[in-house]
Each structure stands twice: as C-alpha cells, then as structure tokens.
T-cell receptor, first 112, second 113 residues
Framework: SQTIHQWPATLVQPVGSPLSLECTVE??????LYWYRQAAGRGLQLLFY??????ISSEVPQNLSASRPQDRQFILSSKKLLLSDSGFYLC???????????FGSGTRLTVV | RKEVEQDPGPFNVPEGATVAFNCTYS??????FFWYRQDCRKEPKLLMS???SGNEDGRFTAQLNRASQYISLLIRDSKLSDSATYLC??????????????FGRGTQLTVWP
C-alpha cells in the first residue's frame, strides 16, 4: 500500500532563517506531488506541484521554492523565512487520474 | 471567480440531526468530485468520491448536479465524531494541469450532545 511521510511535524524558526521540509512517498511510482499551505482559519493554497523528477510548477510567487530530486521525494525550501510564511504545510500525492489526493500529516511552521 | 465555492458555516447541530452541505464549481469540464474531511489541526482525508448517479456510504450521501455545477453532502443521524471541516474538491477538467484538484475553503460542522 502507498504511504506518505512528511517531517518534521512542528517547527519554530526565526525570521530570516532557512527552511527545508521533506516529503517522501512509498509504494507507488511516478506520482504527482504537491505542496500546500493552510494559514490559520484559511483554505488550502497550492504552492507547488510536480509531475516528474525535476519538473516543478509554481502556483504563487513567493520566497519559497521546491525541488524533486528523486521520483518519490519532494522538498520545500526557503532561503529566508518571513513572518507570513507561518502556517500548516501539507504534502500530497496522487496518481495521474487522480483518484483524490493523499496528504501527509503536515508540518506546523511558526516563524517568530 | 473561485473554482470551488462553499458555505463556510459554521453549522452547529445536535446529535441525531440531519445536515446538508452545498458546493458549487465553476469549470463545466470538471470530471472528478470529492468530499474531504479535515479534523482540527490535522491533514484533510478523503471522505468519499462523488459520482454522477449519486452515492451513499453509511450515513453519508453525496450528490452531483452537472447542469447546475452543484455538489452536496448529506449527513444523517449526526454523531459527535462528525465534528470537523468538510472540504468540497473538484478536478480541473480537460485542458487543466493533469491531476490538479481544487479545494473549497471548507464548511465547519460542530455536533453537540
């Protein structure tokens, strides 16, 4: 069966510090991968999606970036965090159809 | 115009009540429809897919009206454990990015004893 792992669960980072969140999927090949952010009391905002290794599309311009160095690995990064980057970050995967998304358990980021 | 619109609620109902959530979508070419459930401070989880003929899963019934571009979720005999936010989800349809799903902002439900 397919599983998705996301870490860390909670992160508190100072303004201006770098960020690296990692997501890995097991039990499937060539998945679509997604990074979402959910600010407190808000809806899901798609940040990046990837349909293959090295293929990254950005939905919203910001100081975040994403990379897909391996088929089942998706990384969200920032060189310098802003206060507005605080939120709940969710990684998700889907097949090509898709038959819905499966989300990781999320990372709650607080920038202080 | 947003791809998916939902009434944010909140809906506060007693145990045993029947509650209905509605959702509209803007892309007439959309082909896949889902309801997700999100508990407080947790990730969204797939509740059920929505099929053209309507479908039922226990106390939950989902319906789709393509002509009106409208999706509904009916919860019968509400339980305390049904308290959560319910997200309406629609795919992008032909011409959009393969696999892209659009999420509504969610409808918050609280079931009280």
């Amino acid at each position: 069966s397919q599983t998705i792992h996301q870490w860390p669960a909670t992160l508190v980072q100072p303004v201006g510090s770098p960020l690296s969140l990692e997501c890995t999927v097991e039990g499937t090949s060539n998945p679509n991968l997604y990074w979402y952010r959910q600010a407190a009391g808000r809806g899901l905002q798609l940040l990046f999606y990837s349909v293959g290794i090295g293929q990254i599309s950005s939905e919203v311009p910001q100081n975040l970036s994403a990379s897909r160095p391996q088929d089942r690995q998706f990384i969200l990064s920032s060189k310098k965090l802003l206060l507005s980057d605080s939120g709940f970050y969710l990684c998700a995967w889907s097949d090509r159809t898709p038959n819905g998304y499966t989300f990781g358990s999320g990372t709650r980021l607080t920038v202080v | 115009r947003k791809e998916v619109e939902q009434d944010p609620g909140p809906f506060n109902v007693p145990e045993g009540a029947t509650v209905a959530f509605n959702c509209t979508y803007s892309n007439s070419a959309s082909q896949s429809f889902f309801w997700y459930r999100q508990d407080c401070r947790k990730e969204p989880k797939l509740l059920m897919s929505v099929y053209s003929s309507g479908n039922e899963d226990g106390r939950f019934t989902a319906q789709l009206n393509r002509a009106s571009q409208y999706i509904s979720l009916l919860i019968r005999d509400s339980k305390l454990s049904d308290s959560a936010t319910y997200l309406c989800v629609v795919n992008g349809g032909r011409g959009s990015t393969l696999g892209r799903l659009y999420f509504g902002r969610g409808t918050q439900l609280t079931v009280w004893p």
